[in-house]
């Protein structure tokens, strides 16, 4: 049997689309392996696919100063020899990486052993783990078109693997979750995992004049419920949500999203049109920014700053983009990016020896 390790963590984002490639990669007959952090949030979600999972130790790689960056090289040395062992014992004939920390001593130690590794970079602009990880790398698969002009001859414009079961949501029932009328279009607000509290002002300052014309579904984050507005007629809120996320995809007519690059590959592979509040520059390294700028620019998305949208703001765009939804919604289509799960199984295959 082929065997594959798959790796990536600290992130849902670094994670999902590692799952995605699952039940494809056991179709190709895979047996699946999976390395992470000792008790990295990724655990929880790799044992809930039934994976076998693999902890490793690993610190953090930072462009700033910390008192840890004098201990994390050492935990990430750990790591690495970790790895290795690892390698050693199980002989995988190809690694894929999604990205993380953990995933460079994952990707050294494959390199040690001559394992063919694919790296998948899901933004714009490769982050610190992955552009130490490239070096090591046989492919990179990538969403942005961009993206290629940073990788050389590694490039493969896959766009990322979309879990399957998000084109399988039932409208009905999430309809039924939020108490909403079939009969009017819902807005399905989310900030990720953890919320994203600008995103949620600027929605609920511009609620009374949304709910005009629209229901909204909002995922808050955790902690972020407005008891204020629990009983306003046309609005649910929510905390987070999980199996459930299928559901509200299918019910939704519109999305309002921060720019994360797991989640706008999510939307644009279902085909939702959407207005995008990427994460400002004085929060990150600003590659929502530049994840937000390429959908635009494909014509996915209408982009909002958090820094300076109003409410008005917010409520005329989301009345443009819903009167022109047809030109997101045929743009999407076209696009050759948006679903890569065929394409990274069949390069993973065309790896093994």
């Known amino acids: 049997m082929k065997k594959i390790v798959l790796t990536g963590g600290g992130t849902a984002g670094h994670v999902t689309p590692n799952i995605a490639l699952v039940p494809k990669l056991k179709e190709s007959g895979f047996e699946i392996k999976y390395i992470g952090t000792y008790n990295g949030m990724e655990k929880q979600l790799v044992e809930d696919a ?12 930072r462009r700033y100063f910390s008192w840890k960056n004098f201990s994390d090289p050492f935990r990430v040395l750990k790591g690495y020899f970790e790895a290795k062992k690892f390698m050693k014992k199980y002989k995988p004939d190809v690694v894929f990486s999604k990205g993380g920390f953990v995933t460079v001593p994952v990707v050294y130690a ?21 552009k130490l990880a490239i070096k090591k790398s046989t492919k990179v698969c990538h969403n942005f078109p961009e993206t290629a002009a940073y990788l050389g001859s590694k490039a493969v414009h896959t766009g990322s693997p979309i879990r399957k079961e998000l084109f399988e949501g039932n409208k009905i029932t999430a309809l039924d979750m939020c ?55 046309g609005y649910a809120q929510f905390e987070y949500i999980s199996d459930e996320m299928k559901d509200f995809f299918a019910m939704a007519d519109l999305i ?4 994360g690059a797991n989640s706008i590959c999510e939307i644009a592979a279902l085909n939702k049109p959407n207005i995008l509040i990427p994460l400002s520059a004085r929060a990150s390294r600003g590659d929502q920014i530049l994840n937000a700028k390429s959908y635009k620019k494909q014509g996915f998305s209408e982009v909002i700053d958090e820094d300076t949208a109003t409410a008005e703001d917010l409520v005329n765009t989301v009345n443009s983009v819903y009167e022109n939804r047809s030109k997101y919604i045929d743009a999407m289509k076209k696009s050759a990016g948006t679903g890569g799960v065929d394409m990274i199984v069949d390069l993973i295959n065309s790896l093994v020896k």
């Open 50 to 61: 039934g994976l076998d999972y693999i902890g490793i130790s690993s610190g953090k790689l």
């Open 110 to 130: 494959a390199s040690k052993y001559k394992i063919p590794v694919i790296i998948h970079e899901s933004d714009m602009t490769p982050g610190l783990a992955n």
């Open 179 to 233: 108490g909403f009328s079939a009969n009017k279009p819902v807005i399905m607000v989310t900030g990720g995992s953890l919320g994203a509290e600008n995103v949620n002002k600027l929605v609920r300052k511009a609620l009374p004049e949304l709910l005009k014309n629209f229901q909204v579904a909002h995922l808050c984050g955790k902690g972020k419920v407005d008891e204020s507005l629990k009983d306003i007629e």
């Open 256 to 259: 309002i999203s921060r720019a």
